[in-house]
């Protein structure tokens, strides 16, 4: 089912509304391995209890497992990494859930917060809703993603840098 989600994502379709139409098509069968006259793949009610299926803590374990990933792409451990953080809107074209009106881009969408190292490396992101995330957001998750590091790096030395939005006192403490 994640092959088929994937490939559908890879050609174009965003969510899975389009599951019921595609599982049947011929191509995506035998992209899946599947005889083109076999059974049909995953529909799209199958996709959204998938997509459903974590939770929070298996969610935060895939966004550990992503920084160790990270951790583990380096020949070297460093002596200092420069890390980036923002948050950037992404438009929905559908009702999918926990989307959110953002009025400075005048439609529905996420927000969500994305980090890289300085040398332009994917870090850590978290998906959330279309608002300006809280001084209590930032900080729990750049909590996570400090720990998660240090967990692998423990005498690093980490450079946050961030836009103005990102400098409220519960993140400076």
């Not at 959204?48 to 951790?71: F, H, I, K, T």
């Not at 953080?85 to 009702?95: L, Q, R, Y």
């Amino acid at each position: 089912m994640i092959g088929f989600r994937m490939k559908m994502i890879a050609a174009g379709y965003e969510d899975g509304n389009d599951a019921n139409r595609l599982r049947s098509d011929p191509v995506f069968k035998m992209a899946q391995d599947a005889p083109p006259s076999g059974r049909d793949l995953a529909s799209q009610s199958t996709m959204c209890r998938l997509e459903n299926l974590p939770d929070v803590r298996s969610l935060l374990a895939m966004g550990r497992a992503m920084v160790d990933l990270y951790c583990a792409s380096f020949r070297q451990i460093p002596k200092r990494i420069v890390l980036d953080i923002d948050d950037t809107f992404d438009a929905v074209h559908g009702n999918q859930q926990l989307r959110l009106f953002n009025a400075h881009h005048d439609e529905y969408g996420f927000q969500p917060i994305v980090v890289f190292d300085g040398n332009g490396r994917f870090a850590a992101a978290v998906l959330r809703p279309a608002k300006r995330p809280s001084g209590a957001e930032i900080r729990a998750h750049l909590g996570r993603l400090v720990r998660a590091i240090r967990s692998n790096w423990p005498n690093i030395r980490i450079l946050i840098r961030a836009d103005g939005h990102y400098c409220s006192p519960q993140i400076i403490d």
